[in-house]
């Protein structure tokens, strides 16, 4: 047998065994885009990701404002029943339902 034939022999058996070298080295060399990608998939905020923030602040905001709404008409009720301390408490309710309603988040 000649060299040639030898060495086209020899590439053709060893062909299988270096094809998982090959897929090994393409993955080698193209890890690092990968991670890159992937962090900046991380560090960004998608669209609806922000929308859906935005949503769930909006939504604890209004529960926030109902729950003080609730409590000022009960103190105010009292208040108009003659209870001084309800009028004290019933502005106290009033002035930090002012402060929730101003606090929206800015619009995206």
Do not use: W
């Not at 393409?26 to 890159?36: D, G, W």
């Not at 991380?42 to 769930?56: C, F, H, I, P, V």
């Not at 926030?64 to 008409?73: N, P, S, T």
Request: charged letters at 25%.
């Amino acid at each position: 047998m000649t060299t040639t034939k030898l060495m086209s022999a020899l590439a053709l058996c060893a062909a299988p065994f270096l094809s998982g070298c090959i897929g090994t080295a393409t993955k080698v060399v193209t890890a690092p885009v990968r991670v890159a990608g992937k962090a900046a998939d991380m560090a960004t905020t998608s669209q609806s990701e922000a929308d859906e923030k935005r949503g769930r602040e909006m939504r604890h905001r209004e529960e926030k404002i109902g729950q003080l709404d609730r409590q000022y008409q009960k103190h105010l009720r009292q208040c108009d029943a003659g209870d001084e301390d309800a009028c004290l408490k019933a502005r106290n309710d009033y002035a930090e339902i002012q402060q929730f309603s101003g606090s929206a988040p800015p619009p995206h």
